[in-house]
């Protein structure tokens, strides 16, 4: 069974059935307002699964229902690269001279100072993958890498996805690959760029030794903020594609047993361990084998122990019959790798339940056996970052600036809140000073360099100057002066659609 298939059409039924014109959600009416008019048999065709779709028709259903262009492919496009089901949205309707002609306008248009948003990223990465000699040079390639892994940093929400996957188009095109992926490794060591992080989630998608290394040694010495539990995920995802097969599963492995009890990022490594202790492999001594091993079942112990605390219960008015919505509300809350907690969320936040699915999640963090869990906290704090809206704002500001959370919760709730809507920068001034603070004193943490790392981005992406110039100045850790003088220095760096 095609699992990114099923999902497509599970949304593309769902849109349709909540529709904001009534005369959409019937198969009649959307078969009627179809371009050119279709049977409302072959739109029942397309969401069960007995006739295939394409690019083509996705593309109607999102001008039809308004969602935006390539909301749902965008989507589509990740989870296909992610699983391996490949779905096949993206034929190049395109002859060779006009798509050469385009190509060559938006890479021109990449090596100016104009904007360049996520739809121009897409359509540009999109008629290059599938175009094996292109013509372009290594210096196009570089500059479209750092551009794109620039613009990657200041984004949020679907804008960020649909950057995320056109960066990693560049890391799988045949051409441009090898540049693409030494770029990435330069940036993510880059210690006067915050991109770090953001840079580093695409490197999942090349398999050059370099980027393994690199990944390898951000979870080991991080240079950027939140690089550690990012480099964790995009570990993890190696792991399982076989990039660290050979010598790089020792230090892999003495990695995560000594970052286990760190807790801020026992989430994200517990998983490394578990993974490499139900492998057994020879490769590894007895010894380490064996910590892995008790760390593993630590791992399982708090999660059955805690499984209540991620139980969210539909709320009234969704289908409590659909099986693909308990599916994907599952796997966001429950699955142990990061990428395919992230993925659901992309899934429900493209979808009509989004929002409710956000309000009971905020209602959970109201609960002290949550927020102080290890686990559940940054989960649920990870699904408001996709899902969360104004309505959730004053839950998490609540969070931001509450003393009795841990401080690594204050971290996720600063990062959630700098990407829901609404203004960003409002509550947080007092905790800078605080975190501040609390740096001088020390001894220092490596959550609280994070939390103000994120206000920092936070004070960046919403364009506050003056607490910019609080977080640039003395007394602050180096990574979030780098970050701070890096935004005043990137006025013009907007989030793009």
């Given at each position: 069974m095609n699992v990114v298939r099923a999902r497509a059409r599970w949304l593309l039924r769902s849109l349709r059935e909540h529709a904001a014109d009534p005369t959409l959600r019937s198969l009649r009416g959307f078969g009627a307002a179809y371009p050119g008019g279709?049977?409302?048999?072959?739109?029942?065709?397309?969401?069960?699964?007995?006739?295939?779709?394409?690019?083509?028709?996705?593309?109607?259903?999102?001008?039809?229902?308004s969602v935006g262009a390539r909301r749902i492919a965008t989507v589509v496009d990740s989870a296909a690269r992610l699983t391996g089901d490949a779905i096949g949205l993206r034929p190049s309707t395109l002859d060779e001279a006009s798509?050469?002609?385009?190509?060559?306008?938006?890479?021109?248009?990449?090596d100016s100072t104009a904007p360049m948003t996520s739809h121009q990223w897409d359509d540009l990465t999109g008629l290059l993958s599938g175009w094996r000699y292109p013509g372009l040079r290594k210096r196009d390639w570089e500059l479209l890498t750092i551009r794109l892994g620039t613009e990657l940093y200041a984004s949020s929400g679907p804008a960020w996805l649909r950057r995320h996957e056109a960066l990693c188009r560049l890391l799988n095109h045949p051409s441009g690959r090898a540049i693409a992926a030494a770029t990435c490794v330069r940036m993510v060591r880059?210690?006067?760029?915050?991109?770090?992080?953001?840079?580093?989630?695409a490197l999942d998608a090349t398999d050059d030794p370099s980027a393994a290394g690199t990944?390898?040694?951000?979870?080991?010495?991080?240079?950027?903020?939140?690089?550690?539990?990012?480099?964790?995920?995009?570990?993890?995802?190696?792991?399982?594609?076989?990039?660290?097969?050979?010598?790089?599963?020792?230090?892999?492995?003495?990695?995560?047993?000594?970052?286990?009890?760190?807790?801020e990022l026992q989430g994200a490594v517990g998983p490394i361990a578990a993974e490499l202790?139900?492998?057994?492999s020879k490769q590894l001594?007895?010894?380490?084998?064996?910590?892995?091993?008790?760390?593993?079942?630590?791992l399982i112990a708090n999660e059955n122990g805690h499984d209540e605390l991620?139980?969210?219960?539909?709320?009234?008015?969704?289908?409590?019959?659909?099986?693909?919505?308990?599916?994907?509300?599952?796997?966001?809350?429950?699955?142990a790798d990061a990428s395919y907690r992230f993925l659901a969320g992309q899934w429900l936040a493209a979808s009509p339940y989004g929002d409710q699915v956000a309000e009971r999640i905020a209602d959970a963090l109201r609960r002290c056996d949550v927020l102080r869990h290890p686990i559940s906290a940054p989960v649920h704090l990870e699904a408001l970052t996709i899902l969360g809206g104004a309505k959730q704002?004053?839950?998490v500001r609540a969070l931001v600036v509450s003393p009795e959370v841990p401080t690594w919760v204050r971290f996720r709730a600063v990062r959630a809140l700098s990407h829901m809507a609404g203004p960003g920068s409002e509550p947080v001034r007092d905790l800078v000073a605080h975190q501040r603070a609390a740096w001088q004193r020390g001894p220092t943490t490596t959550a609280t360099e994070a939390v103000l790392n994120q206000l920092a981005y936070t004070a960046g992406a919403t364009g506050d100057t003056a607490l910019l110039d609080v977080l640039a100045g003395d007394g602050m850790p180096e990574t979030v002066r780098v970050g701070a003088r890096w935004w005043r220095g990137h006025p013009h760096l907007v989030r793009n659609p």
């Open positions: 279709i049977s409302y048999t072959t739109v029942s065709k397309w969401e069960t699964g007995a006739i295939p779709f394409g690019d083509e028709q996705v593309h109607a259903y999102e001008e039809l229902l798509r050469q002609e385009r190509v060559l306008s938006l890479v021109e248009h990449a880059d210690k006067t760029s915050p991109v770090c992080g953001d840079v580093l989630l990944v390898l040694g951000q979870l080991r010495e991080p240079t950027g903020a939140d690089a550690q539990r990012r480099a964790a995920i995009v570990c993890l995802s190696k792991l399982h594609s076989g990039h660290f097969d050979g010598g790089g599963l020792y230090p892999l492995a003495m990695s995560a047993i000594d970052l286990f009890d760190v807790p202790a139900h492998r057994n001594p007895r010894a380490v084998a064996s910590k892995l091993m008790n760390a593993a079942d630590t991620r139980e969210v219960r539909l709320p009234r008015g969704l289908p409590t019959d659909d099986p693909m919505l308990r599916t994907l509300v599952d796997e966001m809350l429950r699955h704002r004053s839950i």
